[in-house]
């Protein structure tokens, strides 16, 4: 089946510093990937729509200055939070779409101290 | 802003027991599913329901789809304590694969031996 990776599976940093995701398809081409937000007890919450070679959709309330998406090939989306704070701290889902499926990555944990 | 509303949000029970944990929206799907997700990793797909009054069962878990694609439920039989986990229904309102999912909150589900 296809699968979903993502880089790191958890990372601490400290506030004011920006952190890199990355999210890979690793056995199929994805033009479509989606970033989710999961803090704890809570359900995901869908931050924005990457497409490859264009600006990503983000959704109402996310800050796009924010939370950077580039989408430069078909395998790979990156999300960077930037000037990360402690409320930034949460779990970050990618999926990526192959026909009408989509595939969730096993999450990044972002702790900000 | 499309809602998707699950309950209930915490279920605690006896091992053998029955339950059901309901999804409800005002609009309709195009298609919905339901995952399962455990502490720490990405929501991992158990079904898709695209048909009104769509019935799915995989082994103790039977998933139904309403007649108006606006509500669905899963029912399991003979909960085991291996069913403790997180179960949240998205749905996707257009387009499949090319939008977003909305989860609902999610139900948190202890079964206990």
């Known amino acids: 089946g296809a699968v979903v990776s993502q880089h790191p599976s958890w990372v601490i940093c400290k506030s004011g510093t920006s952190v890199k995701i990355e999210c890979r398809s690793l056995d199929f081409q994805a033009t479509t990937m989606f970033w989710y937000r999961q803090f704890p007890k809570q359900s995901l919450m869908l931050m924005a729509t990457s497409n490859e070679g264009s600006k990503a959709t983000y959704e109402q309330g996310v800050e796009k200055d924010k939370f950077l998406i580039n989408h430069a090939s078909l395998t790979l989306s990156t999300l960077t939070v930037t000037s990360a704070h402690p409320e930034d701290s949460s779990f970050y889902i990618c999926s990526a779409t192959t026909g009408n499926r989509q595939y969730f990555g096993p999450g990044t944990r972002l702790t900000v101290t | 802003t499309q809602l998707l509303e699950q309950s209930p949000q915490f279920l605690s029970i006896q091992e053998g027991e029955n339950l059901t944990v309901y999804c409800n929206s005002s609009?309709?799907?195009?298609?919905l599913q339901w995952y399962r997700q455990e502490p720490g990793e990405g929501p991992v797909l158990l079904v898709t329901v695209v048909t009104g009054g769509e019935v799915k069962k995989l082994k103790r878990l039977t998933f139904q789809f309403g007649d108006a694609r606006k509500d669905s439920s899963l029912h399991i039989t003979a909960a085991q304590p291996g069913d403790t986990g997180l179960y949240l229904c998205?749905?996707?309102?257009?387009?499949?694969?090319?939008?977003?999912?909305?989860f609902g909150k999610g139900t948190h589900l202890i079964i206990q031996p």
């Open positions: 998205a749905g996707a309102w257009a387009g499949g694969g090319a939008d977003g999912l909305t």
């Open positions: 609009s309709v799907f195009s298609s």
